[in-house]
Nanobody
Framework: QVRLVESGGGLVQPGGSLRLSCAAS????????MGWYRQAPGNQRELVAT???????NYADSVKGRFTISRDNAKNTVYLQMNNLKPEDTAVYYC?????WGQGTQVTVSS
């Protein structure tokens, strides 16, 4: 059974940075497409970024140039580096793989 555990969320001022981590277990990590999604209050969950086993990445238009997804197959971990954060980035961020979801980590961007 796949288990995903996110960490790294918090409160940051506009223009600040955060790095989210997602540790995976119960799966052959290097074969998985990993994804980050987010859900703001009253909104549907939306895709933020994905990374394929070979390293190809895809981003939502709203985060291109500001966010970077990466993976460390030796550590079974996927990261989301978030720079130049905006108030509209405030949401619960979820890790996804193999139809499994993490518990989410709150990111709040506010002055």
């Amino acid at each position: 059974q796949v288990r995903l555990v996110e960490s790294g969320g918090g409160l940051v001022q506009p223009g600040g940075s955060l790095r989210l981590s997602c540790a995976a277990s119960g799966t052959i990590f290097r074969f998985n497409t990993m994804g980050w999604y987010r859900q703001a209050p009253g909104n549907q969950r939306e895709l933020v970024a994905t990374i394929l086993p070979g390293g190809f990445t895809n981003y939502a238009d709203s985060v291109k140039g500001r966010f970077t997804i990466s993976r460390d197959n030796a550590k079974n971990t996927v990261y989301l580096q978030m720079n130049n954060l905006k108030p509209e980035d405030t949401a619960v961020y979820y890790c996804h793989a193999n139809d499994a979801w993490g518990q989410g980590t709150q990111v709040t961007v506010s002055s």
